[in-house]
């Protein structure tokens, strides 16, 4: 999601394009097509991934918001402030909160005063005085390497929304992002699976699937990374979208696929790719059901101190 430039053409797809063959109407079977995989994964992921035990898989953090109050803070940040890609939305802890069984991150047309600000700021991020939008991101405490992660979601599709579920270290190099699903509302009925590595972000290596998913923001789906040490494999209700070997992207000695990241979900509104933004719209609403995430070996957790 942080990088500067709009999905590019894929580069690697996985054996599924989301669509079925329908002469009367394609787009009603390509919809009914995914409510029926989305229907019958969500059973199958009642015991966790498949092979879990023989595989070496062990559940470290899991979350029902069907249950829970709130989300875990020992585990999250909720994030303050803006961040990247000259989005509108300032993030705030207040539009995080758990509501009808779901964790609910939901972006605003309202004011907010930018805590940073400086007339003498070095760039956007500062000088902007204030945002005349909210809205919700939160981040794991500690980063990844390697794991199985887990997200049943539903997200908005309005003019202007950009939703994203992903994995990154946005501090210090090599830079690498691993993106379980992003949308956006000027470009509805798909999604996009995303992986950028690379020494820095001018000199990135990227592979991308785009899904179609007619009527997206109607239902949940279950987006799942299965990270490995020699494979990265991203699905959608049960279905692979994209996956690579991380030794792709090592090169020069830098193996940047193979290092710590953080897991984030945020819902962003406008900017560079999230595009002009519908306030009749809104209040725009990402809503998680689930997180699950399992170790694999090496070691999934390292500090992020």
Do not use: C
């Not at 803006?82 to 207040?94: G, I, L, T, W």
């Not at 909210?134 to 405490?141: H, K, L, M, N, W």
């Not at 956006?184 to 999604?191: D, E, I, K, S, W």
């Amino acid at each position: 999601m942080p990088s500067p430039v709009a999905p590019v053409t894929p580069s690697r797809r996985g054996d599924f394009d989301g669509t079925i063959a329908a002469e009367a109407n394609p787009r009603a079977a390509v919809l009914w097509s995914w409510r029926l995989a989305a229907a019958a994964f969500a059973l199958a992921a009642l015991a966790g991934p498949v092979g879990a035990a023989s595989s070496g898989l062990r559940l470290v953090h899991a979350e029902d918001f069907s249950t829970a109050k709130d989300f875990d803070p020992a585990f999250w940040i909720a994030e303050t402030g803006f961040f990247r890609n000259r989005e509108a939305q300032y993030y705030r802890p207040e539009n995080v909160g758990v509501q009808d069984g779901a964790l609910v991150l939901e972006g605003r047309r309202e004011s907010a005063l930018n805590a940073d600000y400086s007339a003498d700021g070095a760039d956007w991020l500062t000088t902007t005085r204030s945002a005349e939008y909210t809205s919700g991101s939160i981040v794991s405490r500690d980063a990844f390497t390697f794991g199985v992660f887990e997200v049943v979601a539903r997200l908005p599709q309005g003019a202007g929304d950009w939703p994203a579920i992903w994995l990154v270290n946005e501090q210090g190099l090599p830079y690498r992002e691993i993106d379980l699903v992003e949308a956006v509302g000027n470009l509805p009925g798909r999604t996009w699976t995303t992986i950028h590595a690379g020494p820095d972000q001018r000199s990135l290596k990227t592979w991308q699937a785009e899904t179609p998913m007619p009527g997206l923001e109607r239902d949940f789906h279950t987006y799942r990374l299965e990270w490995r040490k020699d494979s990265i494999a991203v699905a959608i209700d049960g279905r692979d979208v994209l996956t690579m070997n991380p030794e792709e992207a090592h090169r020069d000695g830098v193996d940047p696929l193979r290092a710590p990241m953080h897991l984030r979900v945020n819902l962003a509104l406008g900017g560079s790719w999230g595009g002009r933004i519908d306030d009749d719209a809104l209040p725009a609403r990402l809503e998680v059901r689930s997180i699950k995430i399992w170790s694999v070996e090496p070691q999934t957790s390292t500090s992020s101190d």
